[in-house]
């Protein structure tokens, strides 16, 4: 009986511990200093699109009908058709020096590789009112990307959302649908 009770103590500390470090990363954004975000997808526009990448699109089952019997169906404009395209994301950090703080802005295709993207960051310190922006392009060929801006935001909360796209391969266009991000900049 000993023995039985002496095992189930140290399962449940085992068990306990476990689930500790397993929780860890959720407790480590809630520090100061360490980023708040949410990853968002990116929507494939299917409206403003050239012919070719177009056909691809259709034919790859990414744009739902063709454009003729869009037409047919909805009088007035042409909806605004979008299909999945990956994701993109959006990290602060404070450099923990008063005044700075780390973006981060990542981009995954799930639509193949990608050769251009553009980015702004639009960002706001709630306590001060001090806001900003950062913009950016690059031409790239991947289809996993990643790039660190900074900016001066003084202390306080930050919290802000980027805008932005990149262009495929095959020459159609996905959206950001404007992740956000949050920290306290000390």
């Given at each position: 009986?000993?023995?039985?009770f002496?095992?189930f103590?140290?399962?449940a500390?085992m068990?306990g511990?476990?689930?500790?470090?397993?929780a860890?990363?959720i407790?480590?954004?809630?520090r100061?200093?360490a980023?708040?975000?949410v990853?968002?997808?990116m929507?494939?526009d299917?409206?403003?699109?050239?012919?070719a990448?177009?056909a691809?699109?259709?034919?790859h089952?990414?744009?739902?009908?063709p454009?003729?019997?869009m037409?047919?169906?909805?009088?007035?404009?042409v909806?605004?058709?979008?299909?999945?395209?990956?994701?993109?994301?959006l990290?602060?950090?404070?450099?923990?020096?008063?005044?700075?703080?780390?973006?981060r802005?990542?981009?995954?295709?799930?639509q193949?590789?990608?050769?251009?993207?553009?980015?702004?960051?639009n960002?706001?310190?709630?306590?001060?009112?001090r806001?900003?922006?950062?913009?950016g392009s690059?031409?790239v060929?991947t289809?996993?990307?990643?790039?660190?801006?900074?900016?001066?935001?003084?202390?306080?909360?930050?919290?802000?959302?980027?805008?932005g796209?990149?262009?495929?391969w095959?020459?159609a266009?996905?959206?950001f649908?404007?992740?956000?991000?949050s920290?306290?900049?000390?």
């Open positions: 009986m000993k023995k039985t002496l095992r103590a140290v399962v500390f068990t511990l476990l689930m500790l470090v397993s860890m990363p407790f480590a954004a809630e100061p200093g980023s708040r975000a990853t968002v997808g929507a494939l299917c409206v403003h699109i050239g012919p990448a177009y691809y699109a259709i034919a089952g990414l744009c739902g009908a454009r003729a019997q037409s047919s169906q909805i009088s007035g404009s909806p605004d058709v979008s299909g999945d395209c990956g994701s993109s994301n990290y602060f950090y404070s450099q923990n020096n008063g005044a700075w703080m780390t973006i802005e990542t981009a995954q295709s799930s193949g590789p990608f050769v251009f993207v553009w980015w702004q960051v960002w706001n310190n709630v306590n001060t009112g806001n900003g922006a950062v913009t690059q031409v060929a289809s996993s990307w990643a790039h660190n801006d900074s900016a001066l935001t003084q202390r306080g909360f930050v919290s802000g959302y980027m805008t796209g990149i262009r495929l095959w020459g266009t996905c959206t649908l404007n992740p956000q991000a920290v306290l900049v000390t």
